[in-house]
């Protein structure tokens, strides 16, 4: 039995997807199901049970014997949203009753941190856990992530195996529900469906042109491997970084979209809204040795090969993974 939070979200219904696959069937979602349009996400997998978030720690207290690993996915993600107490809430008390509960039960734990909690990058991005105390993120949500990694490091007991994932850009399929938050190549998509065009934010850096902002994007199903592995691998507990490894340019993403979608390029720039200017990275690129250390060796999708698997397969096509 496989417990999945956030199942009904993004990256967690990409890996029910990818368990399914891989002929794990007895799969329990957990997530608020209040979400229409997040439903899709999880019609046609295959899931034994549905259980809501509110409900999940009474459900654990009854069925821990049958668990053979928990990914807990599931948080509050918008870094839009500057309520601090929504975050210790849902994003770090709920987390830290989940890593007790896997130790009370013996349950291996596979947890979702973020880059976000790199901030602007003064320590680099390097997977050290030694700096995690040090970092210094530029906003609640990643603030959260960071106060629950520096957490799960300082407590004595830890689970039999856990690992907690930096996220960096994730983007792919599963993401129709994300409005605001969806990756750019999501909106750049419908922004050239829409108008033909696409507009990116003006650099306010000298030393960045426009649109020469630069993410470390990773595909979804490169995602959903790694975790796989370490589900399977489950011997090497600590906090990881999951990205691809190689930044890459906002240009870059939004000409291999245009490109995909067989439209004519038509890119200009606006300025940064003000209320995210200050709080807005310009570099992020993963160090993924200390993964390759452990023995990864899969090869991640290049951003030409992301985008076009994502934008001819489940965009233009209107298809969820």
């Known amino acids: 039995m496989m417990v999945v939070t956030g199942a009904a979200g993004f990256i967690g219904s990409c890996l029910i997807q990818r368990l399914n696959e891989l002929n794990f069937n007895y799969i329990v979602a957990v997530d608020h199901f209040d979400n229409p349009e997040k439903k899709k996400n999880l019609a046609n997998k295959k899931i034994q049970e549905y259980v809501d978030r509110d409900q999940f720690f009474d459900w654990l207290e009854k069925n821990n014997k049958h668990i053979d690993f928990i990914f807990h996915i599931g948080a509050r993600?918008?870094?839009?949203?500057?309520?601090?107490?929504?975050?210790?809430?849902?994003?770090?008390?709920?987390?830290?009753?989940?890593?007790?509960?896997?130790?009370?039960?013996?349950?291996?734990?596979?947890?979702?941190?973020?880059?976000?909690?790199?901030?602007?990058g003064e320590f680099g991005y390097d997977d050290n856990e030694t700096i995690i105390p040090q970092l210094k993120p530029l906003n609640p949500y990643g603030d959260s992530k960071n106060d629950f990694d520096i957490w799960a490091l300082q407590q004595e007991k830890k689970p039999m195996f856990w690992a907690g994932l930096k996220f960096f850009n994730v983007y792919g399929p599963n993401e129709f529900h994300k409005s605001r938050m969806a990756s750019v190549i999501f909106h750049a998509y419908h922004q050239i469906k829409e108008s033909g065009k696409m507009k990116l934010f003006r650099s306010h850096k000298a030393e960045y042109t426009d649109g020469g902002q630069m993410r470390d994007f990773v595909y979804v199903k490169d995602v959903c491997n790694v975790i796989i592995f370490l589900m399977r691998n489950r011997k090497d507990s600590g906090i990881y970084n999951l990205g691809s490894g190689k930044a890459r340019t906002f240009l870059d993403l939004v000409k291999n979209t245009f490109k995909n979608m067989g439209v004519a390029e038509d890119i200009s720039f606006i300025d940064t809204p003000i209320d995210i200017r200050d709080k807005y990275q310009y570099f992020t690129e993963a160090n993924m040795n200390k993964l390759k250390d452990i023995g990864y060796t899969e090869k991640f999708h290049t951003l030409e090969e992301g985008i076009e698997d994502y934008v001819k397969n489940y965009l233009i096509a209107e298809k969820y993974w």
Do not use: H, M
Not at 79 to 92: G, H, M, P, Q, Y
Not at 97 to 116: G, H, R, T, V
């Open 77 to 120: 993600t918008d870094t839009t949203e500057f309520d601090k107490a929504i975050f210790d809430r849902l994003n770090v008390d709920y987390s830290k009753k989940i890593w007790k509960a896997c130790i009370d039960y013996q349950i291996p734990l596979i947890y979702a941190s973020s880059a976000a909690t790199y901030g602007n």
